[in-house]
Structures are given as C-alpha cells and as structure tokens.
C-alpha cells in the first residue's frame, strides 16, 4: 500500500507561483508513475501533470509552460511548481501513484491517492 501526503498549497494572487510536494511511503517508488489532478468545485477531476518511470513528463495543455512536474527518488518526494498562477487553477490538488502505469486518467483512475491540498488564486 502506497501512502501519498501532500504539501504547500495556499492561496495567492494571479501571476504568483506554488509548490506543491507530495511524499511517498512505497519503497518501490521509482517504480511507480505518479501524477497530479486538480478538482475545481463543480467539475470533474483533471489530470493536470504526470511522470513517468523513464522521466517522460506531460501535461495538460493549460498548463504547460507554467508547470513543471519533477521527481526526487532519493527522497520519494514529486514536486510540482505552479508559475503564472490562473483563477481557473484554483481547487483541491491531488497526488496520484500507479504501479502499471496508470497516471493520466485517461483510461482508468491512478491506485494510490493523496488526501489532497487546496490552491486558491485570486485575481
């Protein structure tokens, strides 16, 4: 079972920046891909940034070239670094771990998720 605790979410203006860190329990956590999802009040949950065993990264589209999504195996910590903060990237940040695969959503849902940690960005 894979515990995921994230951190360092807050409120703050438009253009302002976060980061968001998310620690891992799994020993095995090189192994996993791991990602990030945001849920905004009345919409669905998106994935916003994944990376993968190789250090392959994606993104959605609205934020890219804002976000940044990176790994620190030594630690067990994924980081993710929000510049240029958007109203529209307000809502709750989700770490999300899967050991097959599994981080983008687009066919199933990550296994393991974090409690999740509430970004705010007003304008």
């Known amino acids: 079972q894979v515990q995921l605790v994230e951190s360092g979410g807050g409120s703050v203006q438009a253009g302002g920046s976060l980061r968001l860190s998310c620690a891992a329990s799994?020993?095995?956590?090189?192994?996993?891909?791991m990602g990030w999802f945001r849920q905004a009040p009345g919409k669905e949950r998106e994935g916003v940034a994944q990376?993968?065993?190789?250090?392959?990264?994606t993104y959605t589209d609205s934020v890219k070239g804002r976000f940044t999504i990176s790994k620190d195996n030594n630690k067990n910590i994924l980081i993710l670094e929000m510049n240029s903060l958007k109203p529209e990237d307000s809502g709750t940040y989700y770490c999300a771990a899967d050991p097959n695969g599994y981080c983008s959503g687009r066919y199933r849902l990550p296994l393991y998720w974090g409690q999740g940690t509430e970004v705010t960005v007003s304008s």
């Open positions: 990376i993968y065993n190789a250090g392959t990264t």
């Open positions: 799994e020993h095995t956590y090189s192994e996993l891909c």
